[in-house]
């Protein structure tokens, strides 16, 4: 324990969001954990005896977020790179390519991230050719948004020998699978030790600065490298490097004891993540009952319902959580046969027990949904994916037509199962963004999928936490770890889609902590301070 985990802290003058007392004003943190939450008159017994009082001055307390899905190291070189997201038109992308270029002569080969052709008013992706001329000639990787195809220039084809005659490969148009995999994989391997550390330093202090105390770490072969991962855990665990608590899951598939033993001698905490079961939506290579509407095919499948009972029933056996991404109908399909085929052959009890999770369900129907609460599956999803492509005329309506993309992201039917929800935001392909990320599930663009706030709060506070098999943290009550953030908001209020909830929500007698208004154009709440196990990680400058 360092010596600030030692020192006892009372905090007081603000909002402290706690269950265990709805109109608490106060906390005191000792030992890294939650000692006491309470009202500022039974604050003054303890003001002398602790070693540090901070005045909150009104300040909300909250737990700190967790984000249930991130790619670390991808996400530091966004942040530190070349970001297209805000690129208007394909002109614009070439330019920022340019400017990028110019201005990074000393990199081995150049990454991006973020170019969305569907936003775009030329509704195509750039050429090879026009990579080169922006490039210079020079190897550049740009993958699309979703991270499941890319963009590349000649020389990038030139350092993987055979990429042409892999799968996913194709002359002038975004590769997919396993072409993209190779030239993802050589990439990546052009970043320097220093370059990736600096990447990971960079994403965990942003992550901070947002009051996230806590970061899935989504990582496996196909995405990254052990070494990545590795390093990774390693500079989280620095008591040198305060920062966000990083949890690692590590997506191979595990066919016994010896393969669920190299999971956990890599630091991961379940063999899950992004073990790929299908790909996008935004790619075409999500996997599909039913053809998509824009194209004349059903996407493309990794694993079939077989694998995912073997690879689940292995990790189960050795006491291991699983799971799997899995985005189309019929890949959640997959994922559903093949759970239950394991429960059957383990029993259900144990299957429920390891909490196994599955990373996005974005295409769910009343029967999968129904499967998830029988069979103890967290989804952990992202609800800013429908912020950015739901609607009736978003990208999911473009792939799907506007009947079907009404369906996705189920999130008030899956509370009503009893489905456990852990929100992230599998930055970069969506920002780390906590608080919008709850107003998008709470302002949900199709209004019947739409939960309260404090549902989405707790999806995305306790219910990472309990995705990885904690029950006793994630909220501020005694006893709970001290991870928790300190903001500046306007009035705390009650939102739920019905209104008769909220009405009842704010009176008084019924206890209910209130939270910012995140009506859409409110300002969001605006982090002060971060605290991670009692040590402070973040404090906002000049406050």
Same mark, same amino acid.
């Given at each position: 324990?360092?010596?600030?985990?030692?020192?006892?802290?009372?905090?007081?003058?603000?909002?402290?969001?706690?269950? /265990?007392?709805?109109?608490?004003?106060?906390?005191?943190?000792?030992?890294?954990?939650?000692?006491?939450?309470?009202?500022?008159?039974?604050?003054?017994?303890?003001?002398?005896?602790?070693?540090?009082?901070? %005045?909150?001055?009104?300040?909300?307390?909250?737990?700190?977020?967790?984000?249930? #899905?991130?790619?670390?190291?991808?996400?530091?070189?966004?942040?530190?790179?070349?970001?297209?997201?805000?690129?208007?038109?394909?002109?614009?992308?070439?330019?920022?390519?340019?400017?990028?270029?110019?201005?990074?002569?000393?990199?081995?080969?150049?990454?991006?991230?973020?170019?969305?052709?569907?936003? !775009?008013?030329?509704?195509?992706?750039?050429?090879?050719?026009?990579?080169?001329?922006?490039?210079?000639?020079?190897?550049?990787?740009?993958?699309?948004?979703?991270?499941?195809?890319?963009?590349?220039?000649?020389?990038?084809?030139?350092?993987?020998?055979?990429?042409?005659?892999?799968?996913?490969?194709?002359?002038?148009?975004?590769?997919?699978?396993?072409?993209?995999?190779?030239?993802?994989?050589?990439?990546?391997?052009?970043?320097?030790?220093?370059?990736?550390?600096?990447?990971?330093?960079? *994403?965990?202090?942003?992550?901070?600065?947002?009051?996230?105390?806590?970061?899935?770490? &989504?990582?496996?072969?196909?995405?990254?490298?052990?070494?990545?991962?590795?390093?990774?855990?390693?500079?989280?665990?620095?008591?040198?490097?305060?920062?966000?608590?990083?949890?690692?899951?590590?997506?191979?598939?595990?066919?016994?004891?010896?393969? /669920?033993?190299?999971?956990?001698?890599?630091? /991961?905490?379940?063999?899950?993540?992004?073990?790929?079961?299908?790909?996008?939506?935004?790619?075409?290579?999500? &996997?599909?009952?039913?053809?998509?509407?824009?194209?004349? #095919?059903?996407?493309?499948? #990794?694993?079939?319902?077989?694998?995912?009972?073997?690879?689940?029933?292995? &990790?189960?056996?050795?006491?291991?959580?699983?799971?799997?991404?899995?985005?189309?109908?019929? *890949?959640?399909?997959?994922?559903?046969?093949?759970?239950?085929?394991?429960?059957?052959?383990?029993?259900?009890?144990?299957?429920?027990?390891?909490?196994?999770?599955?990373?996005?369900?974005?295409?769910?129907?009343?029967?999968?949904?129904?499967?998830? *609460?029988?069979?103890?599956?967290?989804?952990?999803?992202?609800?800013?994916?429908?912020?950015? !492509?739901?609607?009736?005329?978003?990208?999911?309506?473009?792939?799907?037509?506007?009947?079907? /993309?009404?369906?996705?992201?189920?999130?008030?039917?899956?509370?009503?199962?009893?489905?456990?929800?852990?929100?992230?935001?599998?930055?970069?392909?969506?920002?780390?963004?906590?608080?919008?990320?709850?107003?998008?599930?709470?302002?949900?663009?199709?209004?019947?999928?739409?939960?309260?706030?404090?549902?989405?709060?707790? *999806?995305?506070?306790?219910?990472?936490?309990?995705?990885?098999?904690?029950?006793?943290?994630?909220?501020?009550?005694?006893?709970?770890?001290?991870?928790?953030?300190? !903001?500046?908001?306007?009035?705390?209020?009650?939102?739920?889609?019905?209104?008769?909830?909220?009405? !009842?929500?704010?009176?008084?007698?019924?206890?209910?902590?209130?939270?910012? %208004?995140?009506?859409?154009?409110?300002?969001?709440?605006?982090?002060?301070?971060?605290?991670?196990?009692?040590?402070?990680?973040?404090?906002?400058?000049?406050?």
């Amino acid at each position: 324990m360092t010596e600030s985990e030692h020192r006892t802290v009372l905090l007081r003058g603000g909002e402290v969001h706690s269950p /265990a007392d709805p109109f608490a004003t106060a906390m005191v943190v000792e030992r890294g954990h939650v000692a006491w939450v309470g009202s500022e008159g039974a604050a003054d017994a303890f003001a002398s005896g602790v070693d540090e009082v901070i %005045d909150l001055e009104g300040a909300l307390v909250t737990p700190a977020f967790t984000d249930a #899905h991130v790619h670390t190291t991808a996400t530091g070189l966004a942040l530190t790179g070349l970001d297209l997201s805000a690129a208007r038109t394909l002109g614009e992308a070439l330019a920022l390519v340019r400017a990028h270029s110019a201005a990074h002569p000393g990199d081995r080969v150049l990454l991006g991230h973020g170019w969305d052709a569907a936003r !775009w008013p030329e509704r195509r992706p750039p050429s090879r050719a026009e990579l080169d001329e922006a490039a210079g000639g020079r190897p550049l990787y740009l993958p699309r948004v979703d991270v499941h195809s890319a963009v590349v220039t000649s020389a990038l084809l030139d350092l993987v020998p055979g990429v042409t005659g892999l799968v996913g490969y194709q002359p002038d148009a975004p590769l997919t699978a396993a072409a993209h995999h190779a030239v993802r994989a050589a990439a990546h391997g052009a970043v320097t030790p220093g370059q990736r550390a600096a990447a990971q330093r960079a *994403a965990l202090r942003h992550a901070a600065s947002l009051g996230i105390g806590t970061v899935h770490e &989504c990582a496996g072969p196909e995405i990254s490298d052990e070494e990545d991962f590795t390093s990774l855990l390693r500079l989280a665990g620095d008591a040198g490097e305060p920062g966000p608590r990083v949890v690692g899951y590590w997506a191979e598939p595990v066919a016994g004891e010896k393969d /669920a033993r190299r999971i956990r001698e890599l630091g /991961a905490v379940g063999a899950a993540g992004d073990l790929f079961v299908d790909g996008s939506l935004g790619s075409h290579t999500a &996997c599909l009952h039913q053809p998509y509407a824009d194209a004349d #095919h059903t996407g493309t499948a #990794h694993l079939d319902a077989a694998a995912v009972a073997a690879h689940v029933t292995a &990790c189960t056996e050795a006491g291991l959580q699983a799971g799997f991404h899995a985005i189309g109908d019929a *890949a959640v399909g997959a994922v559903v046969a093949g759970v239950r085929a394991a429960a059957g052959t383990l029993g259900l009890a144990r299957v429920r027990a390891a909490r196994h999770r599955v990373e996005h369900a974005e295409m769910l129907t009343p029967e999968t949904i129904a499967a998830f *609460a029988e069979l103890g599956l967290t989804a952990s999803v992202q609800p800013a994916f429908d912020a950015a !492509w739901g609607g009736d005329d978003g990208m999911y309506a473009q792939r799907l037509g506007v009947e079907r /993309a009404r369906t996705l992201n189920p999130y008030a039917a899956m509370l009503r199962a009893g489905v456990p929800l852990a929100f992230g935001s599998d930055s970069p392909v969506t920002p780390l963004d906590p608080w919008g990320t709850v107003r998008a599930a709470a302002f949900h663009r199709t209004p019947e999928h739409r939960v309260s706030v404090r549902a989405a709060f707790t *999806a995305h506070t306790r219910g990472g936490w309990r995705a990885t098999g904690r029950d006793d943290a994630g909220t501020l009550v005694p006893g709970a770890p001290a991870d928790y953030a300190v !903001w500046r908001t306007g009035e705390l209020v009650v939102q739920a889609p019905d209104d008769r909830v909220a009405r !009842w929500s704010t009176d008084p007698r019924s206890g209910t902590p209130g939270l910012p %208004d995140l009506t859409p154009g409110a300002a969001l709440p605006v982090c002060l301070r971060t605290v991670v196990f009692g040590q402070t990680v973040f404090v906002r400058p000049n406050e």
